[in-house]
């Protein structure tokens, strides 16, 4: 089946502007999370939704991000006023969210360059 | 969650078994054992999971001690295409944690011909 998709797949932006990325989740996924890598590091985890539940933010680096999700299907990572310090791989990825197991499935992610 | 520890680097020759290991010596009952390859310029790939039994998929084998403090991961005939960070998280189901996926350094795995 289809698994996560996320557009676009690369975006070059200028200091100062704002961005949308965009996560379609695999169908059926009640839960999805944003992640960000930068260039040699970890996976970064930003933000945590869950069906209908308050949606968990600690992750955000700064009121700079934000985050929405329609229902269980597509979110989108908003970055306000993006710095260069933005730039990274931003990833999504749903799981079923099941009591026995919340195995998470990754998108390809978005390469996001900030100039 | 509890913390995993990782060889840096590994090589593996073609068709050969590679193994994988990680320790978990703090790990608590309600704790999963995960693993994850991320390869070059791609989101990372579920590969198993396990809570205390051996488990086996398509793509490996996953060997947790009794005591559960350590795991391998087995790739049973590794390829070119195995090379990647494998990464070994541990994780508990609930709690103040529950979503998030914390990544370490991991292990680079390199095979080759």
């Known amino acids: 089946g289809a698994g996560v998709s996320q557009s676009p797949s690369n975006k070059v932006t200028e200091k100062g502007k704002d961005v949308e990325l965009r996560c379609d989740p695999i169908s059926g996924h009640t839960a999805l999370y944003w992640y960000r890598q930068r260039l040699g590091q970890g996976l970064e985890f930003l933000i945590y939704?869950?069906?209908?539940?308050?949606?968990?933010k600690s992750g955000l680096p700064s009121d700079r991000f934000s985050a929405e999700r329609t229902g269980e299907s597509v979110s989108t990572l908003t970055i306000q006023r993006t710095q260069q310090e933005d730039s990274a791989v931003y990833l999504c990825?749903?799981?079923?969210?099941?009591?026995?197991?919340?195995?998470?499935?990754f998108g390809p992610g978005t390469r996001l360059t900030v100039l | 969650d509890a913390k995993t520890t990782q060889p840096t680097s590994m090589d593996c020759a073609e068709g050969r078994a590679a193994n994988l290991p990680c320790n978990h010596s703090t790990i608590s009952g309600n704790e999963y054992v995960y693993w994850y390859r991320q390869i070059h310029s791609q989101g990372p790939q579920y590969i198993i999971h396990g809570l205390k039994n051996n488990e086996t998929n398509e793509m490996a084998s996953l060997i947790i001690t009794e005591d559960r403090k350590s795991s391998t991961l087995i790739l049973p005939h590794a390829t070119l295409r195995d090379t990647a960070v494998y990464y070994c998280i541990v994780r508990a189901y609930g709690g103040t944690s529950y979503g998030k996926l914390t990544f370490g350094q991991g292990t680079i795995l390199t095979v080759h011909p």
């Open positions: 939704f869950q069906g209908n539940s308050a949606p968990d």
């Open positions: 990825a749903s799981s079923l969210d099941t009591l026995r197991t919340d195995t998470q499935y």
